[in-house]
């Protein structure tokens, strides 16, 4: 073999080596700037603004919303983008605008719920899809039975398919 051939064979691989690096580093870069702008985007709406005031969101047994304080009036955008449902500190969830699909809850989030843990991002697959999801404290939740209400502390669970 020739020096010239193994000068040409040695840079071509230089030159691979240096492309697959460049582009890896333009890849983790959109992913990080694309995962920034959806954890920003489920945060804002999550948590539109902590110091609104309300009662909460006022639930019938069955658990349909039957009238809004504070929620949305509170600025929580429901859109058809994302997956929505509340939880309490005992695991009970509440999903008044269900869509079919059942968000995991762990213990993160029962601390949440219960008001002893931080907000919450991280990623979640429910039957093979990828979500990102945010856990945030929500407002108080209040349910109807007959005459009587009860008022629950909650978290909001809100998650955002990552397969569009």
Request: glycine share 10%; proline share 4%; hydrophobic share 50%.
């Given at each position: 073999?020739?020096?010239?051939?193994?000068?040409?064979?040695f840079?071509?691989?230089?030159?691979?080596?240096?492309?697959?690096?460049?582009?890896?580093?333009?890849?983790?870069?959109?992913?990080?700037?694309?995962?920034?702008?959806?954890?920003?985007?489920?945060?804002?709406?999550?948590?539109p603004?902590?110091?609104?005031?309300?009662?909460?969101?006022?639930?019938?047994?069955?658990?349909?919303?039957?009238?809004?304080?504070?929620?949305?009036?509170?600025g929580?955008?429901?859109?058809?983008?994302?997956?929505?449902?509340?939880?309490?500190?005992?695991?009970?969830?509440?999903?008044?605008?269900?869509?079919?699909?059942?968000?995991?809850?762990?213990?993160?989030?029962?601390?949440?719920?219960a008001g002893?843990?931080?907000?919450?991002?991280?990623?979640?697959?429910?039957?093979?899809?990828?979500?990102?999801?945010?856990?945030?404290?929500?407002?108080?939740?209040?349910?109807?039975?007959?005459?009587?209400?009860?008022?629950?502390?909650v978290?909001l669970?809100?998650?955002?398919?990552?397969?569009?």
């Open positions: 073999m020739s020096l010239r051939l193994r000068v040409t064979l840079l071509a691989l230089a030159v691979a080596v240096a492309v697959a690096a460049v582009s890896w580093a333009a890849y983790a870069s959109a992913e990080g700037e694309a995962r920034g702008e959806i954890d920003a985007g489920l945060l804002a709406r999550a948590m603004d902590e110091a609104a005031g309300g009662e909460g969101l006022i639930l019938g047994t069955v658990g349909t919303p039957v009238s809004s304080q504070g929620f949305p009036g509170a929580v955008e429901i859109r058809p983008d994302v997956i929505m449902q509340f939880v309490d500190a005992s695991g009970t969830v509440f999903a008044p605008f269900s869509t079919g699909v059942a968000l995991p809850v762990e213990e993160a989030d029962l601390a949440v719920a002893e843990g931080e907000t919450l991002l991280r990623d979640v697959r429910v039957d093979g899809v990828h979500y990102r999801m945010v856990t945030a404290p929500a407002l108080n939740l209040v349910t109807t039975a007959g005459q009587g209400a009860q008022v629950t502390p978290a669970q809100m998650a955002r398919d990552l397969t569009e």
